[in-house]
């Protein structure tokens, strides 16, 4: 666990980035721009939700795609047939995948699921919610997917024109902004205390007083809630999606990626993997030919292999060895 305190540089540096990340939109009104940074901030969001989870608890998740599906379609749901809003829609998709995230952890802990174990329950229940989306026709529309119609200018609705389209940008900084927050603040807590010990050993953490069953099954239902809540946002940023985008082991994986890449015992971890990986896959289509379609994919395999080799901690681990390294060679240290 990184129980390092942040110093005062921190925290002016935060705020520069904080500057400049709200006055982005009005700087450039480039729509491609304003595209990616989103698409940094939702995959950010997402891995620092998987974190909460699966980094803090160890307990890793293969199908964290089933609770953002699952708030997708909950919103869109009820936005169509009942024109509730998609904030409320949000809420109650968030319930939802919690329930869920509950019910399938008290099954999976109770008979002493864990690691690679868990992994599969949860990659095989993202399967099964994929499975019941396309058979549910009537409710879900099959492999068609739902499509939300573009409508006119209602921030209650979450109905975004085009013109206007950097407020999503400002939706998606503020739920980032806020969940990274909430898991900064869980590492800082005696509940995060308690996920470090039975991520580093469950029988020792329960042999010293700490309800094992009791504390993953709170950080299944945050991650779960958390990573439902993107759903939401991502069916309202793109008006139309198919269970394959919100169900698939693609979906799980984005979610991985950033926390592997940028190290999930830091809090910035996840943010720094997104910025990389996005700016990566942008940068790799524009540079590889055509006829090396799909190449990206592959090296970016072998960057994440290496990572995992050589830096088991992520990025953030070679920042604070230079880090360490300065302050050894620092008069009177």
């Given at each position: 666990m990184d129980s390092r305190k942040p110093s005062p540089l921190a925290y002016v540096a935060g705020g520069i980035v904080l500057a400049l990340l709200l006055a982005l939109p009005l700087i450039t009104k480039n729509h491609y721009v304003l595209h990616i940074a989103v698409q940094i901030f939702l995959l950010a969001y997402m891995g620092q939700s998987w974190n909460i989870m699966c980094g803090y608890t160890g307990q890793l998740s293969f199908g964290h795609a089933a609770f953002f599906g699952l708030g997708a379609y909950t919103s869109t749901l009820l936005l169509l047939n009942f024109g509730v809003s998609p904030w409320i829609g949000m809420l109650a998709g968030g319930l939802l995948a919690a329930l869920l995230g509950l019910g399938i952890g008290a099954v999976s802990f109770k008979y002493g699921a864990r690691g690679v174990y868990f992994a599969f329950i949860t990659m095989a229940l993202a399967e099964i919610m994929r499975l019941l989306a396309l058979s549910w026709g009537r409710l879900t529309n099959?492999?068609?997917?739902?499509?939300?119609?573009?409508?006119?200018?209602?921030?209650?609705?979450?109905?975004?024109?085009?013109?206007?389209?950097?407020?999503?940008?400002?939706?998606?900084?503020?739920?980032?902004?806020?969940?990274?927050?909430?898991?900064?603040?869980?590492?800082?807590?005696?509940?995060?205390?308690?996920?470090?010990?039975?991520?580093?050993?469950?029988?020792?953490?329960?042999?010293?007083?700490?309800?094992?069953?009791?504390?993953k099954l709170i950080a299944v239902s945050v991650s779960a809630f958390l990573t439902a809540l993107a759903g939401t946002f991502y069916a309202q940023y793109y008006h139309h999606f198919e269970p394959q985008d919100v169900f698939g082991v693609p979906m799980s994986f984005n979610m991985i990626f950033p926390v592997i890449i940028g190290g999930g015992n830091y809090t910035l971890g996840p943010i720094l993997g997104s910025i990389i990986q996005t700016l990566f896959e942008e940068t790799s289509r524009f540079i590889m030919p055509q006829t090396m379609h799909g190449f990206h994919r592959i090296l970016y395999g072998v960057i994440i292999v290496l990572v995992i080799v050589y830096l088991p901690n992520g990025l953030m681990e070679l920042f604070f060895r230079w880090k360490a390294r300065i302050q050894r060679k620092a008069p009177g240290t």
């Open positions: 099959g492999a068609e997917g739902l499509l939300i119609p573009i409508a006119e200018q209602n921030l209650a609705m979450l109905s975004i024109t085009r013109e206007n389209r950097f407020i999503y940008y400002y939706v998606m900084l503020a739920m980032l902004a806020g969940c990274t927050l909430l898991a900064y603040k869980i590492r800082k807590m005696r509940f995060g205390y308690y996920l470090f010990a039975l991520r580093e050993n469950e029988d020792a953490a329960e042999m010293i007083g700490v309800n094992v069953f009791r504390y």
